[in-house]
């Protein structure tokens, strides 16, 4: 039987962390995402876990110890936000191109500056491009089931890449919310012993890692790490399919919300999605107007067949962005989808709302006028700009 | 450990770790490092053998190849101390769960810019931590990987190439950072600074002393590059005997916080006679630079004498 509790998110991921007792874990402070390492050192200075905790001098260092440990043999984790994983930067790369499975609890912040603690996707949007599988939570329940579902990921054989189980800081990091917990036993043997095949510790085989490679040799790395993103793809629905036996919670690359029948859909990312669905409730309830959701679970990597085929049948879509590339045009996710739709031949109006910044708080009214303007471009087929901004102060903030 | 005699022959015969064929210069220090370090190691003891980046590790591991008859991990330029405690970390926690019976020791390799710069947070990090690990800092004095840019090791008044010697420059403006120190206040166990004297014999029971003390351990290798220094490859054991008659670069070590000079030069040599072998202080010896020398050696000799106190 299922646990019934009510965590925190970061106490969800701390008490998914014990469950499945990693070898492991450097971290450094940051918030919102402290209170993970201060759980697990609870948990350490108890007894109640294995785990060995460095206590790096900084996030650089504790992506640096994560991937000396993942290379030793030991299943390694860290956790980090912002500008913590902007430290890490130079480091996620490095995990990526090893080949190693770390799992890496990111509680979504806003990147430096000016200086903020609160919510947005800059600081994992921005590491992207880095090689990891990005999947995103909106509830405590969710960032409870990616974590325990990053293991057998990162380290099936087709893929062994390192992944980042993000959640929004403070919404759902500091939110309490009920949660059903799996039994310990039975995470145990959902996540499996680990068991790497080539590791620098193996008294049978001597290993090098981190070599220097000339062009002869450094693209068909980059190569590699491809197939094992798009070999992930497998291995994530596989893994859900697997979770789902265990605890008849259903996932996937993303989450569609009422779009059966939807003629104007949301495309969007996190914690934001449940204010959506209060509005789609609403809308429905009050106007019948046919309106949707889809709510991104994985973003690396990027489902972008199964994107385009959601989007097939509505007449608009409004994809939100809650950080920003500064390419001057799109969003990081309105970038992709809108390359989705693109190559799908699609005739989808789309725009792309950039919203939440910084932790802005977006509303049911928000995502109201939201569908209603999504109303009007599938009515008028204008789309006033490649993107939107949803609740900035006034006109002026436009001003440069 | 128990400590025999030193036997050169026999410690020479000791099977090599570094393997030969990989593309560090004729006369390079730190290959000589790295070798004298890992031969004190036990024949039969397993090593995970760290690496920032830098000349020694471009030249050592070019992939598909790599020269390490051990385990190696390089991961990039300044963490090779934090990457190491994860390594260190990973074989403590599965020794205690059974998954491997082994021993393991830990070593890693920087160069001064590695070490004294770029990496001294994560190295700091490590040693405050107390890893059993040892970090062996391979010091040419300047970042030689990417040409000889100037690093806070560099002597004072060296010619690099971002403080070249020039009309209105004598070289590098400050003097060098004084990096065992430092890591000795971070009251790690083994603390030992060397070079390579004739036989190996300081830098070789140092090396053992640093692999078997538990704990953490720091070796600073004063270990010359000829190209950044310039001087003919063959000269490189001289210069290393002149940087200790001159007590440039005294021999010493910390040992439970108890520092210990190993080597006091009769008749200390002026500092001409290491600084004239070198292309990179040959301003120094123009007409117009000679009060430089003078002040040279004043540096020398407060520190030296600073070295002494702490000794006594």
Sequence with gaps: MAIRERLSGNEAVAYAIKQVNPDVMPAFPITPSTEIPQYVANYIANGEIDTEFIHVESEHSAMSATIGASAAGARAITATSSCGMALMWEELYVAASNRLPIVLALVNRALSGPININADHSDSMGARDSGWIQIYAESNQEVYDNFIQAFPIAEDKRVHLPVMVCQDGFITSHGVENILLVEDDRVKSFVGEYEPEHYLLNPEEKMAVGPYAVSNYYMETKRAQRQAMIQARAVILETAARFEEMTGRKYGFFEEYQMEDAEYAVVIIGSAAGTCKAAINEIRNTTGKKVGLIKIRVFRP?????????LSGVKAAAIMDRSEMFSATSGPLGAEVRAALYQARSEVEVVNYFYGLGGRDITVSDFKVVYENLETIARTHVVTGMYEYIGLRSEQSEEV | MEQTAYNFKEVMSKPERLAPGHRMCAGCGGTITVRTVLRALEEGDKAVIGNATGCLEVSSFMYPYTAYEDSYIHNAFENAGATLSGVETAYHVLKKKGKIKDNFKFITFGGDGGTYDIGFQSLSGAMERGHDMVYVCYDNGAYMNTGTQRSSATPQYADTTTTPAGKVSAGKVQVRKDLAAIIAEHHVPYVGQSTFTSNFKDLYTKAQKAIYTPGAAFLNVMSPCPRGWGYEPGEIMNICKMAMETCYWPLFEVVEGKWILN???????????????????????????EELIGKFQKEIDRRWEELKNKCS
Aim: glycine fraction near 0%; proline fraction near 11%.
């Design chain 1, 302 to 310: 990027f489902p972008e067949e199964e994107i385009a085929r959601a």
């Design chain 2, 263 to 289: 080597y006091e030069p009769k008749n200390k040599m002026p500092i001409e006679e290491f600084l004239k072998p070198q292309r990179r202080f040959r301003h120094l010896f123009r007409k117009e630079n």
